[in-house]
C-alpha cells in the first residue's frame, strides 16, 4: 500500500476535505485560519505523492513554495486579526458583519 | 512493514484532522494540527523525501503555529467559553458539500494508476542517491528550471513581512492618517539636504561663472 500513488492521494483528499469543512463550519476565526492551514497540509501531500511517483522534481518544488506562500498567508491573517482586535472584542466571523452591506 | 506504516500515519492524520476541525479550543485545535503536520512528516519520509519532512516539521510546526499560539496568547480568547463552535444553518452546508467533496476526491485519487515507464521524468531513486539525496534533487531542479519561481516566492515573503508590520504596528492616532505623515516625514528628510545640496551647487556654479 506504501507502494502506490492512491494511498497518499487518498489521504490527501481526506485532509483537504477536512479542512475545507471546518473553513465552512467553524466559527472562530482562528479555527478558520487553522483548517486553512489544514488544506494546504492535504495539498501539500498530494504534491510530494506525485513528485515521488512521477520521478520529477516539480512536485517538491511546489511544496517548497506552497511552504512560503503559508507563511505569508497565516503572518498576514493573524496581523489583520491583531489589527482587528483593536477596534473590536469579537472573533466569531459571523458576528463580524460590518463590511457585509 | 511500509503498508502498516502508511496505513498508520494516514489514520493518525486523519483522526487528529478531525480534531483540528471538531475540538472547542483553538489551541487544542492548534496543538492538533501540529500532530497532522508531524504525521504527514511521516508519509514524506515514507515516501523518500526526508528534507521535505525536516522542513515541514520546522516551518509549519516550528514556526506558523507556534505564530497562531502566540496570536491566541495575546487575544485573549477564553471569554466566549460557553457558546457554539460551529454556525447553526452552515452546519447544514457543510456536511453536504464536505461529503461531496470527499467522494470526489477519493474518487479522482482512486483514479490515479500508478503513472507508467514512459512518463517518469529523469529524477529516479537511483539518480537521487546518486545526486546525495532529496535535497540535492531539489536544488539541482531550485536553480536552474525554477529559479524564477524561487525568487519570487523570496519578494513574497518580504511583502508579507511588510504587510505584517504596517498592518499590527499600534499608529499614534490609531487611524491611517497617522501613515501619510510618516511617509512625507521620512520623504523630507531625506529629499530635504540633496536639494540643498543642488542650490548650492547651482549657486557655486552661477559664482565661477561669474569670475
Known amino acids: ?101 | 512493514m511500509s503498508d502498516l506504516a502508511c496505513t498508520w500515519l494516514g489514520l493518525m492524520a486523519t483522526i487528529f484532522g478531525l480534531g483540528t476541525v471538531l475540538l472547542r479550543s483553538p489551541v487544542h485545535s492548534a496543538l492538533s494540527l501540529v500532530m497532522v503536520v508531524f504525521h504527514v512528516a511521516g508519509l514524506f519520509v515514507l515516501m523518500g523525501a526526508g528534507f521535505l519532512a525536516a522542513l515541514q516539521v520546522i516551518v509549519y510546526a516550528g514556526a506558523i503555529i507556534v505564530l497562531f499560539l502566540f496570536t491566541m496568547m495575546l487575544l485573549n480568547l477564553e471569554q466566549h467559553d460557553n457558546e457554539p463552535h460551529m454556525h447553526r444553518y452552515q452546519k447544514w452546508l457543510g456536511f453536504p458539500l464536505g461529503g461531496a467533496l470527499l467522494i470526489e476526491a477519493t474518487w479522482i485519487a482512486l483514479a490515479q494508476a500508478n503513472p507508467p515507464e514512459t512518463l517518469l521524468g529523469k529524477y529516479s531513486p537511483e539518480r537521487l542517491s546518486e545526486l546525495g539525496g532529496t535535497a540535492f534533487g531539489i536544488a539541482d531542479a531550485m536553480f536552474t528550471s525554477y529559479l524564477l519561481p524561487f525568487e519570487v516566492a523570496g519578494v513574497l515573503l518580504l511583502a508579507a513581512s511588510v504587510a505584517a508590520l504596517s498592518l499590527a504596528r499600534k499608529s499614534d492616532e490609531d487611524n491611517f492618517g497617522a501613515m501619510p505623515d510618516m511617509v512625507s516625514d521620512a520623504a523630507g528628510s531625506m529629499i530635504q539636504p540633496s536639494v540643498q545640496d543642488s542650490k548650492s551647487g547651482q549657486l557655486s556654479q552661477e559664482h565661477g561663472d561669474d569670475h
Open chain 1, 1 to 101: 500500500m506504501a507502494d502506490y500513488l492512491n494511498s497518499y492521494l487518498f489521504i490527501g483528499a481526506i485532509l483537504f476535505t477536512l479542512g475545507a469543512f471546518g473553513v465552512i463550519v467553524r466559527r472562530n476565526i482562528i479555527v478558520v485560519l487553522l483548517s486553512v492551514e489544514l488544506m494546504l497540509q492535504g495539498v501539500n501531500l498530494s504534491l510530494g505523492a506525485f513528485s515521488t511517483f512521477y520521478h520529477d522534481m516539480g512536485g517538491y518544488m511546489l511544496v517548497l513554495l506552497s511552504l512560503a506562500i503559508a507563511a505569508a498567508e497565516a503572518v498576514v491573517g493573524l496581523a489583520i486579526l491583531v489589527a482587528l482586535s483593536r477596534h473590536v472584542d469579537e472573533f466569531y466571523v459571523d458576528r463580524l458583519k460590518s463590511l457585509r452591506w
